[in-house]
């Protein structure tokens, strides 16, 4: 029985490390894959070099110096662990919370490449629709600034592309200063208090990502009501979920840290 619990665990192992490695395809090198890579060869020595393992572990204890690094490591790697399990159940519960009836929509922006939206961008697009069309009273706001590489502003392009799809654009505010999910939230609540659209907003995003944009709707008002909508995957999505997922582990409590308002160079998920 536990030859059959480790081989089950190894090939989980070995399929979560082909999934980490897979935005390496579309040139997507980030905390996240290479995280969630480093954590797969770590628990495959542990589980398919189980007799190495021990070998290492017998050896380490034998000096007190070596003692004190290797149970540093080890313990650490359990706290890890824990922490991980604790932020994906928050970031889980996050992505669960509804939005309140009529919550304005904030379509948290995306990359534009110079050929239209991302792939990333029209998932967030494609789920603000549907949220629209469920719900006809709602007006929703396109924000995302326009980056270096960018051939215009996220928010022109949400709005572009929402106008083709038969979107009434009397529906749609354009917030177009934003360069990071920060500002997104923080000029998107500006412009909630200054049209009267009333406490309640629900976040177009993935919904890894629900977490965090939470934490920072919280900072901005915590007399907010926070919902999430969140995108449906294509194939691509679903390729670089894993590592997006993880790399949420190292921006959440740096987002919690964080003070409001720091300036941040233009980056977008």
Same mark, same amino acid.
């Given at each position: 029985m536990q030859n059959v619990l480790r081989i089950i665990a190894i090939v989980i192992e070995v399929i979560f490390l082909l999934w980490f490695l897979l935005p390496i395809r579309f040139h997507i090198f980030k905390a996240g894959n290479l995280l969630g890579v480093a954590i797969?060869?770590?628990?495959?020595?542990?589980?398919?070099l189980s007799s190495v393992y021990h070998q290492l572990d017998a050896f380490m204890l034998q000096n007190p110096i070596t003692k004190i690094i290797w149970l540093i490591i080890k313990y650490g790697c359990i706290l890890f662990a824990v922490y991980a399990v604790i932020v994906s159940i928050?970031?889980?519960?996050?992505?669960?919370?509804?939005?309140?009836k009529n919550a304005t929509a904030v379509i948290l922006g995306a990359q534009v490449k110079p050929w239209g939206a991302s792939r990333l961008l029209l998932q967030r697009i494609k789920a603000a629709e549907n949220y629209l069309d469920q719900n006809p009273a709602v007006k929703a706001i396109a924000s995302g600034g326009q980056g270096d590489n960018e051939p215009m502003s996220e928010a022109a392009?949400?709005? =572009?592309?929402?106008?083709?799809?038969?979107?009434?654009?009397?529906?749609?505010?354009? =917030?177009?200063?934003?360069?990071n999910t920060e500002q997104n939230l923080l000029y998107s609540v500006r412009i909630l208090r200054e049209r009267q659209l009333g406490d309640s907003i629900a976040i177009v995003s993935d919904s890894y990502h629900q977490l965090r944009a939470r934490i920072i709707a919280y900072k901005i008002d915590r007399k907010l009501s926070v919902g999430a909508v969140n995108t449906v995957n294509t194939r691509f999505g679903w390729f670089i979920y894993p590592s997006f997922f993880v790399r949420e582990w190292i921006a959440i409590p740096v987002e919690i840290v964080k003070k409001l308002g720091r300036p941040a160079r233009h980056r977008k998920f």
């Open positions: 797969c060869l770590i628990a495959l020595f542990r589980t398919a928050c970031m889980i519960v996050a992505m669960k919370i509804k939005p309140k392009c949400i709005l =572009e592309n929402m106008r083709k799809d038969g979107v009434d654009p009397d529906r749609i505010i354009v =917030e177009d200063q934003s360069v």
